[in-house]
């Protein structure tokens, strides 16, 4: 699952930072006009906010006390959202009417705030957001789990350190950001009370857990733990082993990890969420074999990037592009297979991201859809790219150190990466930076036909190298084989135009621009296989099923028009219409299809039972069609969702909803340039 991952006070990730924060932001706003945003510097002692609260899961009931004292000089302001705030005394004063559900109180150093309150948090739908996986469920507190992230306590307005006390049933285990859990005797009988201590000063803290068993061990100072249902246990050692594996990789790579503890707890809700310290994950998510191996480590890595150093939200969420680049694409780096996932990253730009959609990565926040994780994962991480290649993997990653031991425990922007790394690449780095962060789009090229010229016995070969956006600035790999052998070159792009200019003994027969990908740049049709997301990555595509089909699968035609597609059927479409779009086709009768666009009407295609096909738009090349072939409508129904999770791809198979297949059409790599021979005689022999 692509962690896809903005969130709770800026520490939730893996969710849209409009979800459950409105009075977070409400305080925002005030703070914009108020004094009080004098005394929010990172230089001021934290508050301490002391929690104290009774969990009924059988009642769904949340009670609590709590305290927040303030560093003299120092102010903020604490909200009461949808609990029952009973008492709220300021200096050991009734806060008056100002208590109660929706209020927003101030509180000034040297006066202490005391509060208690209770509120109900029972079982809510699950709804799965198809372009936000991994991000769902509500507060609850129930029988079958715990899961409070935001507004189960009154929230304040500066990152504090968090006392948390938790007495609840015994059976169930909860857990918060801390770097261990201390238990203590509980006041009543058949109850047990936690205690949690945050590590570093948070925005906020969260609650989870549930009937869990707990698996703990130590490794290199730090405690590793699993918190799994019953069910999912034997998955324990797995997971520990693999935050092992991590903390080897990540602490050579960026020194010491920044805290006592890394736990994996389960969850009831299908979520894939980092916190300090530990990550939720989902009951079903759990057991698929690749998140150990690559999603955990994301997570993990969040420790650093998200957590420890926490993202200055002016400037843009810089976290979600860093740890894809150092998690998800580092483990095919290993593979030797960076440049798999680098073209990925390029071809959901294309596809996800239209002009009208568009943003600088300096204005990312987190991610809602395709559009905004194709820009804040993807473009950001090929940022990252592009300075490491600059950099060289020493200096690069010696920066990126640099910038946690200036900047953490705190906030920081891309401002201070910035600085981090020209203090090693100088100042055409920041200008490298502040170009691709500060503005749109990707970098789009235009090769002219190579010219070579022979003299005594030398090839002379000219490049000639558009950039037709921008400009931005940017190193282009140029690999040229000659007769008799292979050479690589760096050229420099600054500007809108550049000449590679070189002399070889043997004759150039083949050039290839950009091979492994290493620039964000647009590409060539030749090079972008049909894949799903040519089709799902724009709402104005259409979707087709004859009327036959209409009746057997109108929860599909009805799901694609709530996601924006318009469906039609057979009768109500012309060549035109399917040559400006990209199309899906539903039926397993491919005479239509064929009638329609002159595709043949057999196709070979695995033995499933629902196979998806994504092919070159016959009336345009540019576009795709995909094609959903089945026997039985009820094979349909278990999957057809799911191919919005497999837009890399150009074929997917199901039996009974599992996928059982999968491929990528071939297609070339890089920009490839075929040189053919001239005409005896001539002193210029012209590329082709």
Same mark, same amino acid.
């Given at each position: ?71 003299? $000089?120092? %102010? ?14 300021? $200096? ?16 000034? $150093? ?34 079958? !789990? ?20 938790? =007495? ?9 950001? #801390?770097? !261990? ?41 730090? #405690? ?15 997971? &520990? ?18 805290? !006592? ?51 200055? !939200? ?44 568009? *943003? @600088? ?7 809602? /859809? ?12 090929? *940022? ?10 020493? +200096? ?14 705190? &906030? ?36 002219? @036909? @190579?010219?070579?010229? &022979? ?29 008799? #052998?292979?050479? +690589? ?34 590409? =060539? ?28 699968? $109108? ?16 009768? %109500?479409?012309? /060549? ?68 919005? &999770? ?6 997917? %198979? ?12 071939? %297609? ?21």
């Amino acid at each position: 699952m692509d962690w896809l991952f903005k969130p709770l006070y800026g520490r939730l990730r893996n969710k849209s930072p409009l979800c459950k924060i409105s009075l977070f932001a409400a305080f925002c706003a005030v703070l914009l006009v108020s004094p009080l945003s004098l005394s929010t510097s990172r230089g001021a002692d934290p508050p301490a906010y002391h929690l104290k609260i009774t969990l009924y899961p059988a009642k769904n009931r949340i009670a609590g006390e709590g305290k927040i004292t303030l560093p003299d $000089g120092t %102010a903020g302001l604490v909200g009461t959202g949808s609990l029952n705030v009973t008492d709220m005394r300021i $200096g050991g004063k009734r806060a008056g009417e100002k208590e109660g559900a929706g209020a927003v109180i101030e509180v000034r $150093g040297g006066e202490a705030l005391e509060f208690r309150y209770d509120g109900l948090f029972p079982p809510g739908k699950e709804e799965e957001v198809i372009e936000n996986v991994g991000v769902t469920g509500s507060n609850i507190i129930d029988e079958r !789990g715990i899961m409070l992230i935001s507004e189960w306590y009154p929230p304040f307005s500066r990152p504090c350190l968090y006392h948390l006390e938790v =007495t609840l049933p015994e059976g169930f285990v909860v857990l918060s950001e #801390s770097n !261990g859990v201390r238990v203590v005797e509980a006041p009543e009988k058949g109850f047990k009370t936690l205690i949690f201590d945050s590590p570093i000063p948070l925005d906020g803290i969260t609650l989870v857990g549930g009937r869990h068993i707990h698996q703990m061990e130590r490794y290199r100072g730090v #405690s590793i733990s699993t918190y799994f249902f019953p069910e999912e246990d034997h998955l324990s050692t797995l997971y &520990r082993d693999s935050v092992k594996k991590y903390l080897d990789l990540y602490g050579e790579m960026l020194g010491r990890y920044p805290f !006592g503890s890394f736990s994996v707890v389960e969850n009831i809700f299908q979520t894939g969420y980092s916190f300090p310290t530990y990550t939720l994950l989902g009951s079903r998510i759990l057991p698929l074999p690749y998140i150990p191996e690559t999603s955990l480590g994301h997570e993990f890595l969040h420790q650093w990037f998200g957590h420890l150093v926490e993202v200055d !939200g002016e400037q843009g969420n810089w976290s979600e592009g860093l740890t894809t680049y150092l998690a998800d694409h580092w483990y095919k780096e290993l593979k030797g297979e960076g440049h798999v996932y680098r073209k990925k990253i390029l071809i959901d730009y294309v596809n996800y991201v239209p002009p009208s959609r568009d *943003i @600088p990565v300096s204005q990312f926040r987190g991610r809602v /859809d395709f559009a905004t994780r194709a820009i804040g994962y993807g473009k950001t991480a090929m *940022i990252f790219h592009m300075v490491r290649k600059t950099l060289g993997d020493d +200096d690069f990653f010696s920066s990126l150190r640099t910038f946690i031991e200036k900047n953490g425990p705190g &906030r920081a922007g891309w401002d201070d990466l910035r600085s981090s790394f020209t203090e090693k690449g100088g100042r055409e780095l920041g200008r490298l930076i502040d170009g691709w962060t500060k503005g749109t789009g990707m970098a789009q090229i235009e090769i002219a @036909p @190579p010219k070579i010229v &022979r003299k005594d016995n030398l090839f002379h070969l000219e490049l000639d190298i558009d950039q037709r956006s921008g400009p931005y600035l940017f190193s282009l790999p140029v690999t040229v084989e000659t007769e008799r #052998s292979k050479e +690589d070159f760096l050229v420099k792009v600054d500007g809108k135009k550049v000449t590679f200019s070189e002399t070889f003994t043997s004759r150039p027969t083949r050039i290839i621009v950009d091979r492994d990908y290493d620039t964000f740049r647009r590409p =060539t049709g030749a090079e972008i296989p049909p894949v799903i997301s040519g089709f799902t990555g724009n709402r104005e595509n259409i979707v087709i099923i004859p009327e036959e089909e209409r009746e057997r699968l $109108g929860e599909v035609a009805a799901f694609f028009e709530d996601q924006g597609f318009r469906v039609a059927g057979a009768d %109500a479409v012309k /060549d035109d219409m399917l040559g400006r779009v990209s199309f899906l086709y539903i039926s397993p009768d491919r005479r239509i299809l064929s009638k329609l666009t002159g595709f043949p009407a057999e196709i070979a295609l695995p033995e499933a039972g629902f196979t998806v096909k994504v092919m070159k738009n016959p009336l345009n090349p540019e576009k795709v069609a995909v094609l959903f072939d089945y026997d039985d409508a009820s094979e349909v129904k278990r999957a057809y969702k799911k191919i919005f &999770r497999y837009g890399n791809y150009s074929l997917i %198979a199901f039996d009974v909803g599992k996928n059982v297949a999968q491929e990528i059409e071939p %297609a070339e790599r890089g920009i490839v340039i075929n040189i053919g021979r001239g005409h005896p005689g001539k002193g210029e022999e012209p590329g082709s």
